[in-house]
């Protein structure tokens, strides 16, 4: 297909009319336009799902006992990886049968998919939340936290929790969303949530007039509080507003056969996500044990600045899940192929140009989240290393979701398997243990591994068997 040139003024044009969630028809005309018009609010929504880490962090770093504050922050965080793994394997699941149905034309059976994966979500993380709840200085103690991290940071850790309902829903409508083609408005539910968090953060952290310094609680709250006013938001342009898919009473009865259908692509794409979450815990904890609890605040830092950028690249890919998802409904395969092939061109280019930023501007960057020197260098140390895998990250994301997008969440959950749990967590300890370079060595196995799971992900999506799944 040829590609038609843009000019400024028609880049300026398409620009403002992704932003306002213009719809279109993404099983025709030009590629190039249908990646540009999905990827900029996708690429924006996880930029504010990533300022969400960032806000946090830059507050809660500059309270007194920084570095037991920020490795409960940090460790909280690694251990929600696990629910973000669930809600984003639930959410793939939503956008792989939506974007079907989107691309059948068919949007009264997209909304009723979609109803059926928000019933399916609030049963599994009701028991996800009573549990965080209740075992939190546990879970603090299994992550290798110290006795007076686990002090400090018990309520935090129980907040988070808690309240991880609404982090649920917010990634899982947002995925019903994005399978629609309406990425405008997964988008704007992420930006009022962090408008939200932007304002509460420093005020319940410290206190305004009548309000008292919840201290590192209050990030917490704040974290929660934002997101609920996001889901709040989702919820009612589901059921009052005019978009693609809209919700009406036929469509919220339980459906078991499209709950069962939901079920067998989330699985596995819950577990393709665990397999990697569970990796970064177990680096996480390597780190701890290897480098103590300043090397921990180093490296959580770090991890903290790198997911603000690849989340945005994340984006990015997820415009491939969409394509690839209404394509194969709209039976052209061909199409849908070309569309991966593009976005992972231009998210290679992103992240080519994230890694310089790294590699030359790596301790300003650190320096604006944290005013210990000794967990600046670890945290510029890490980043650096990890940023040497950067260009292979950003492909990377634009395959696994292209097989997520298409319904084939097993081919990236055996790939994780395999390059994450057999391959980096041994090189990390490796590393880290045998040949004594301690967290060094567990940065190392980072890209390393990334590049493994970026040539393999690359070689099976050319094989073309993503084509013939049915959902």
């Not at 490795?71 to 956008?95: F, K, P």
């Not at 319904?407 to 490796?430: E, K, M, R, S």
Request: glycine letters at 8%.
């Amino acid at each position: 297909m040829t590609e038609q040139t843009y000019s400024i003024g028609n880049i300026f044009s398409f620009f403002k009319r992704a932003l306002r969630g213009d719809q279109m028809d993404y099983t025709s005309g030009s590629i190039r336009t249908a990646v540009f018009m999905l990827a900029i609010p996708m690429i924006l929504e996880m930029s504010m799902e990533s300022v969400f880490a960032l806000v946090d962090l830059f507050f809660v770093g500059h309270l007194e006992n920084s570095q037991h504050t920020l490795q409960t922050v940090s460790l909280t965080e690694s251990v929600l990886s696990i629910v973000y793994a669930l809600a984003i394997g639930i959410s793939m699941a939503a956008t792989a049968v939506v974007a079907r149905r989107i691309g059948e034309k068919n949007p009264d059976a997209a909304a009723t998919a979609g109803v059926q994966a928000i019933w399916l979500s609030l049963g599994i993380t009701a028991l996800v939340s009573i549990t965080g709840f209740v075992f939190a200085p546990d879970i603090l103690r299994a992550m290798g936290a110290e006795e007076n991290t686990v002090a400090v940071g018990t309520s935090y850790t129980r907040i988070m929790m808690g309240g991880s309902m609404v982090i649920m829903l917010l990634f899982l409508i947002n995925g019903i969303f994005r399978g629609a083609g309406d990425a405008s408005m997964a988008m704007k539910s992420l930006w009022l949530a962090n408008v939200c968090n932007i304002v509460l953060c420093p005020v319940l952290i410290n206190g305004l007039g009548p309000i008292p310094a919840f201290g590192l609680n209050g990030a917490a709250m704040a974290t929660t509080i934002g997101r609920g006013v996001g889901v709040v938001y989702q919820l009612y342009h589901l059921f009052k507003a005019q978009g693609v898919v809209k919700i009406h009473k036929n469509n919220v009865k339980f459906d078991l056969p499209i709950i069962k259908s939901m079920i067998s692509i989330a699985s596995p794409a819950t577990f393709q996500f665990i397999i990697g979450s569970c990796s970064w815990i177990v680096l996480a904890r390597l780190v701890a044990e290897t480098g103590h609890s300043t090397a921990s605040a180093g490296y959580q830092t770090a991890i903290r600045v790198v997911i603000f950028f690849i989340l945005p690249a994340w984006g990015m890919s997820n415009a491939a899940a969409t394509l690839v998802g209404q394509n194969l409904g709209a039976l052209q395969p061909e199409r849908a192929a070309e569309s991966v092939m593009k976005t992972a061109k231009y998210n290679a280019v992103f992240m080519g140009l994230v890694s310089l930023i790294f590699l030359f501007g790596a301790y300003p960057v650190i320096s604006i989240f944290t005013n210990d020197e000794a967990v600046k260098d670890i945290a510029v140390q890490a980043l650096r290393i990890i940023a040497a895998g950067y260009i292979f990250y950003g492909v990377g994301m634009v395959m696994a979701n292209a097989f997520n997008g298409a319904g084939d969440t097993w081919t990236p959950t055996w790939i994780n398997l395999v390059c994450f749990w057999f391959f980096q967590i041994p090189l990390a300890y490796a590393l880290a243990e045998y040949f004594k370079m301690g967290p060094t060595g567990v940065f190392i196995a980072i890209p390393v591994a990334e590049v493994a799971i970026t040539i393999t992900a690359f070689i099976l999506f050319k094989k073309g068997k993503w084509k013939t799944v049915k959902v």
